[in-house]
């Protein structure tokens, strides 16, 4: 009996979401190293001593002056749902802008930023998904 | 046990997707309906004359008969009900009672309903000829064709759905007379020509609502002027003039291209939605496969920057390709249909496999491939024709003179007469053969009149019936009464139910070609076995069928098929979405739940979770509701993969339903919220003065503003379920029930009157915040001279006390400064000193509490 136990434990801990723990605007390089290993790309940015560090699963660290000031993630389940985020994010002053003005054929991509959470996703106008996910420090 | 049951199972499993007993599908009695689609062919007999292009049966005749011939298709029960104008929808045949039904509303001037006499119209051709001012014209049929086609209005209104301006006939700040929102007779010639050009998954697309050209002469009002075409994922194509231009040749110019790429970007959408990112072109096998990456970073000002960039050895079918994965996949789709040789050239092999795979079924259309897959689409008419004349031509005593073929061309020896006799007959096929291609197929004149292509028709014709003649001869000369015998596999070749019964049953199998190939082998065998022919022939005879009904072809048919079919039946597809959406309103609704769910999805809008989960939970036996309701000739579904295939093509057509009434719902909810608030007159703000409980923040402005907006979203009795309550109310919050709220008398007299609860609030605050630094400080304590044994308890006793103790000064001035740079101590004008007595007043009790609690 206690072995079960002991197993589904060690089970739930192995399966359990990690949760990322990095804090934006204060993490540095070397501990986002001892949290997710070392990135497999680093490439330069055009932001003033900044560069981003690229890793599995096309999740990018922004750094500027060796501190992780924004991380990039794909969403994952409900997470693509724009409702999903407008639901999480109903409470909060959010602010929606236009991130890109392209000569293409398709409609453009906006922002929706909630600075208290820290939280920023990024949506094609007239669509449900989520394309990605910036995470940065909360104000 | 239970590897019995498996092997139980899989027997099962095997049976019913192999077996000929399988139940009889509803796609063999719709298709029976239609077998003889053939307008154009017809048309080929009243000309008499060869050398005839598409362009020259642009007629009422011939476009009037295709339109008998697709209704006949689509006709359906029941009818849409209701009227429009004078029409009782119900006695007009099914699909212009659905037209007009969808669209009825969208027609004309929409300045002006009456602008044109419809009344002396009976059908969807004239109402569009008046709108086009004319009479019995092609216009009007060109744009129904349109409709019966690809599903969508090709509009002839004066409204851009995305325009600036609400009022119809307004764009780009000018008004503009009506004519210019029309297609010219050449543009609808083109248009007409690629509605033969594409098929599935161009002309299946099921969010796809309209396409629409602006105002001639103008460009577009949200776009550069660099673009001519804009496709929304919201259901339209915009296009500006440029995306119609033509050359003189009119089977060549930009449209054709322009609009494919369009279309082209609505398969990007509508796949993407089954792959949960919003483009297909978006997925990781494409961007690998086309070349590009993201590169994205947030500026300086913390706007999120997003570029797609790509490898530098990519290949591109043209520069505009290069721009993003999205453009690279239509221009790559829209270019290998238009500009067949040029994409061949610029496409990576494997780029270009996947195009011809996943969105032309594995066709292709480089000019000399285009005339090879003629001549295998019309193989079972060349066999036949071929039959007959080797079995005239060894009957054949004397012919004129023919140096169509040599002796040599052939494995068997000829007499003359029969070379000469097979020559003529050769040459009339190949003759009459490109004829008929001119002037059925759109690419007929461009293909054979392109200047690389001259002899290549007849070269590869006389390739190609070198090789049946030559065996037929041997044949007949092993068996002279095998042609007669194998006459009826021919005839049975073009029954075209066997094969589409092996792909139903065989849909859904871990190899569907491989299951479909089998079957089709099978039958093929047990007919060629029948004819009691040496093994040799059999197998080629089965080859032959096996080849003629392709996977790819018959996939390609059935597809285009069933989209039709779910066409036909939308009456009773609506109805099943408006039960559902009737019985997901009635429930009790909150926003608490997370939503959840991806079968119906709102774009960019909103919807309350409890009425976003029922839909979503429920969809999926709604539909399965609708496709066993679906009926031909009051047969229903049989065949259990049947009912797979159309529940997945009833789906989208269910849910585009079930968002048009969600749209709908929504434009009625944001009518009655402006109607509550024309009406309120200022009770709302009263109510909100009316108690403080509300205000969490007396000093902040912006944070009062917020606290007001969040109070009155309680009081509003409207309590939206499309919308989230900022959407509709904020901005009438701000500029009216809010604005200036802390300044209002009384708010002024219940801040006078709270003044001595706000310092005591202010001293406790001051406890917490000295709490925290303390306790920051007591743990920096520890780390440098830890408790972790007995021994270092005692050893830095001292050390950790000093620690702190030295400290101790530090924090209460940092602490006392930043809570007199408190808004509210400013405020009410709280003084340092009576702060600073507090702190020395509570000084020693705190350093024992840390040191209790961190230290021992």
């Known amino acids: 009996m206690k072995q079960t136990m002991y197993l589904a434990l060690l089970l739930l801990a192995a399966c359990g979401v990690k949760h990322s723990s990095v804090d934006y605007g204060k993490t540095k390089v070397s501990d986002l190293v001892a949290m997710k290993g070392h990135p497999v790309e680093e490439k330069p940015i055009p932001v003033k001593d900044g560069k981003m560090l690229i890793f599995d699963n096309n999740e990018k660290f922004q750094v500027k002056d060796d501190i992780v000031t924004h991380g990039f993630k794909e969403p994952k389940g409900d997470e693509r749902s724009l409702l999903y985020w407008k639901h999480k994010l109903k409470d909060c002053d959010t602010v929606t802008k236009k991130i890109a003005v392209t000569d293409g054929h398709i409609a453009p991509e906006y922002e929706l930023k909630c600075s208290a959470e820290g939280v920023t996703v990024i949506y094609t106008e007239g669509s449900e998904f989520v394309s990605r996910i910036i995470e940065h420090d909360k104000k | ?856």
Not at chain 2, 25 to 52: P, Q, Y
Not at chain 2, 169 to 198: N, P, V
Not at chain 2, 239 to 257: N, R
Not at chain 2, 547 to 566: G, I, Q
Request: hydrophobic content about 35%.
């Open chain 2, 1 to 856: 046990m239970i590897r019995n049951s498996t092997l139980f199972l899989s027997f099962i499993f095997l049976f019913s997707a192999c077996s000929e007993r399988s139940p009889k599908t509803l796609i063999s009695h719709f298709e029976k309906k239609s077998e003889t689609d053939k307008v154009l062919e017809r048309a080929i007999a009243n000309l008499g004359e060869g050398g005839k292009c598409l362009i020259d049966i642009f007629n009422v005749d011939t476009l009037e008969s295709e339109v008998k011939e697709l209704e006949q298709k689509l006709e359906s029960s029941p009818k849409s009900v209701g009227t429009w104008k004078h029409l009782d929808l119900s006695t007009l045949p099914s699909p212009q009672s659905h037209f007009l039904k969808k669209y009825g509303k969208d027609l004309g001037d929409l300045n002006n309903p009456d602008a044109f006499d419809y009344s002396s119209c009976r059908d969807v051709p004239c109402i569009y000829n008046k709108i086009y001012g004319k009479e019995k014209d092609v216009a009007g049929y060109v744009h129904y064709l349109w409709y019966l086609r690809f599903g969508h209005m090709l509009a002839a209104d004066n409204k851009i759905p995305v325009q600036k301006s609400k009022n119809p006939g307004e764009y780009q700040d000018k008004t503009h007379s009506f004519d210019k929102y029309l297609f010219s007779h050449k543009e609808l010639y083109a248009l007409w020509r690629l509605s033969h050009m594409l098929k599935a998954p161009h002309t299946t697309l099921n969010y796809l609502k309209e396409v629409q050209k602006i105002p001639r002469g103008e460009n577009f009002e949200t776009a550069s002027a660099a673009a001519c075409g804009l496709a929304y994922s919201s259901g339209y194509i915009l296009l500006t003039d440029d995306c119609l231009s033509l050359s003189s040749d009119q089977d060549m110019g930009f449209l054709y291209q322009a609009i494919t790429h369009e279309l082209s970007h609505h398969i990007d959408f509508e796949s993407g939605r089954g792959s949960k990112k919003i483009y297909r072109s978006h997925k990781d096998d494409y961007l690998e496969l086309a070349g590009f990456f993201m590169e994205e970073y947030v500026d300086k000002d913390g706007k999120a920057q997003r570029r797609w960039a790509h490898k530098k050895d990519i290949k591109l079918v043209s520069q505009y390709a290069g721009t993003a994965p999205e453009e690279n996949f239509a221009e790559s789709i829209a270019f290998f249909r238009v500009e067949g040789d040029i994409t061949k050239k610029n496409l990576t092999n494997e780029h270009y496999d996947f195009v011809s795979k996943e969105f032309y079924f594995s066709q292709s259309f480089e000019r000399e491939r285009i005339f090879k897959s003629w001549i295998e689409e019309y193989q079972p008419d060349i066999l036949q024709k071929s039959f007959k004349a080797v079995i005239d031509c060894s009957k054949e005593k004397s012919s004129p003179k023919s140096v169509y073929f040599s002796p040599k061309d052939f494995s068997n020896p000829l007499l003359p007469q029969m070379l000469n006799c097979l020559g003529e007959r050769a040459l009339e096929m190949t003759q009459e053969l490109k004829n008929k291609t001119m002037l059925y197929k759109p690419d007929g004149c461009r293909a054979h009149n392109h200047h690389s292509m001259e002899g290549k028709w007849n070269a590869f014709m006389k390739e190609a019936l070198i090789k049946i003649f030559d065996k037929y001869v041997e044949d007949l000369k092993k068996d002279p009464a095998y042609l007669g015998r194998i006459k009826s596999f021919y005839d049975d070749l073009s029954d075209k139910t066997p094969a589409r019964e092996a792909y139903v049953n065989c849909y859904g199998e871990s190899d569907e070609p491989k299951c479909f190939s089998d079957l089709i082998r099978k039958r093929a065998t047990e007919k060629a076995l029948a004819l009691n022919l040496p093994d040799d022939q059999t197998n080629e005879l089965i080859d032959m069928y096996a080849s003629y009904h392709s996977y790819e072809t018959v996939k390609d048919e059935l597809k285009k098929s069933y989209h039709d079919l779910v066409k036909s039946q939308i009456e009773g597809i609506r109805s099943e979405a408006k039960t559902l959406w009737k019985s997901c309103e009635g429930i009790s609704h909150n926003d608490s739940e997370t939503p959840s769910g991806s079968v119906f999805q709102i774009a960019d809008g909103y919807m309350v979770s409890s009425f976003y989960n029922c839909l979503n939970s429920e969809a999926p036996s709604s539909i399965k509701n609708a496709v066993r309701g679906i009926s031909v000739n009051q047969m229903k579904v049989q065949n259990a993969k049947e009912e797979l295939i159309l529940f997945n093509e009833v789906k989208p057509a269910f849910l585009s339903l079930l968002t048009d009434i969600y749209k709908m719902e929504r434009e009625k909810e944001e009518k009655s919220a402006a109607d509550l608030l024309s009406k309120e007159q200022g009770q709302l703000r009263s109510d909100i003065l009316s108690s403080f409980h509300w205000v969490k923040n007396v000093v902040d402005n912006q944070q009062i503003m917020s606290d007001c907006k969040k109070r009155a979203y309680e009081l509003i009795k409207l309590k939206p379920l499309f919308h989230l309550p900022k959407t509709l109310f904020s901005d009438y919050l701000e500029k009216n029930t809010c604005l200036n709220i802390s300044t209002s008398k009384e708010f002024t007299s219940w801040l006078e009157g709270s003044k001595g609860q706000f310092s005591e609030k202010i001293t406790s605050g001051l406890d917490e915040k000295m709490l925290i630094a303390g306790t920051n400080q007591a743990k920096a304590c520890v780390k440098e001279f830890p408790v972790d044994s007995a021994v270092n308890k005692i050893r830095f006793r001292k050390e950790r006390e000093a620690c702190l103790m030295n400290k101790w000064s530090d924090l209460e001035n940092s602490t006392l400064s930043e809570v007199l740079n408190d808004p509210l101590v400013i405020k009410f004008q709280v003084s340092s000193v009576e702060l600073k007595s507090k702190l020395e007043l509570n000084r020693r009790r705190l350093q024992l509490r840390l040191m209790k609690e961190y230290f021992n």
